[in-house]
T-cell receptor, first 113, second 115 residues
Framework: AQKVTQAQTEISVVEKEDVTLDCVYETRDTTYYLFWYKQPPSGELVFLIRRNSFDEQNEISGRYSWNFQKSTSSFNFTITASQVVDSAVYFCALSDSNYQLIWGAGTKLIIKP | KAGVTQTPRYLIKTRGQQVTLSCSPISGHRSVSWYQQTPGQGLQFLFEYFSETQRNKGNFPGRFSGRQFSNSRSEMNVSTLELGDSALYLC??????????????FGPGTRLTVT
């Protein structure tokens, strides 16, 4: 069965530090999608990235970067030079064979000024 | 472009009552999905509707139901409320079907408290 594990329940760093959020997944499917969503204190989840299983290129978007490694079934997310506005809960998710999302438990990121 | 809207934002109900929550997707989006979020269980998928048809359903009892109208607006209903139904109910819309395929846009949620 598919599964997403975000082992870090909560991370606290000081502003401007780099921080990496871990995501490990399990699936037997050869074709699948991985997602990251952000949930700020306001509550609305915000889409960050979608990656398909055939594209292992790392992605960079401003201060955000993602490292996808099929060999270790990981899709980690790094924020460079963190800012207070990055404080949120971050969810990693995996598509199942019906193309529905399986969500990780989330990592609460606290950025201290 | 207006975002996903959910009404009401907050609701307090008594055990045994029923409740209807409403979701208006982004214009042009035909898929609407519902999620329940609680501190203990996290984000759990309830169901997805696409073009008025239920495409997928999560592992919830039959007390939870939903529907989608021809204008893509969706409602979900919970009958015979239990204390454990207290949660944040999130609605999301996307252009295409499949929450695991498409970028979803989420609403602010409805906070339901059952007393």
């Amino acid at each position: 069965a598919q599964k997403v594990t975000q082992a870090q329940t909560e991370i606290s760093v000081v502003e401007k530090e780099d921080v990496t959020l871990d995501c490990v997944y399990e699936t037997r499917d050869t074709t699948y999608y991985l997602f990251w969503y952000k949930q700020p204190p306001s509550g609305e989840l915000v889409f960050l990235i979608r990656r398909n299983s055939f594209d292992e290129q790392n992605e960079i978007s401003g201060r955000y970067s993602w490292n996808f490694q099929k060999s270790t079934s990981s899709f980690n997310f790094t924020i460079t030079a963190s800012q207070v506005v990055d404080s949120a809960v971050y969810f990693c998710a995996l598509s199942d064979s019906n193309y529905q999302l399986i969500w990780g438990a989330g990592t609460k990121l606290i950025i201290k000024p | 472009k207006a975002g996903v809207t959910q009404t009401p934002r907050y609701l307090i109900k008594t055990r045994g009552q029923q409740v209807t929550l409403s979701c208006s997707p982004i214009s042009g989006h035909r898929s609407v999905s519902w999620y329940q979020q609680t501190p203990g269980q996290g984000l759990q998928f309830l169901f997805e509707y696409f073009s008025e048809t239920q495409r997928n359903k999560g592992n919830f009892p039959g007390r939870f139901s939903g529907r989608q109208f021809s204008n893509s607006r969706s409602e979900m209903n919970v009958s015979t409320l239990e204390l454990g139904d207290s949660a944040l109910y999130l609605c999301a819309s996307s252009l295409g079907a499949g929450t695991g395929l498409n970028e979803q846009y989420f609403g602010p949620g409805t906070r339901l408290t059952v007393t």
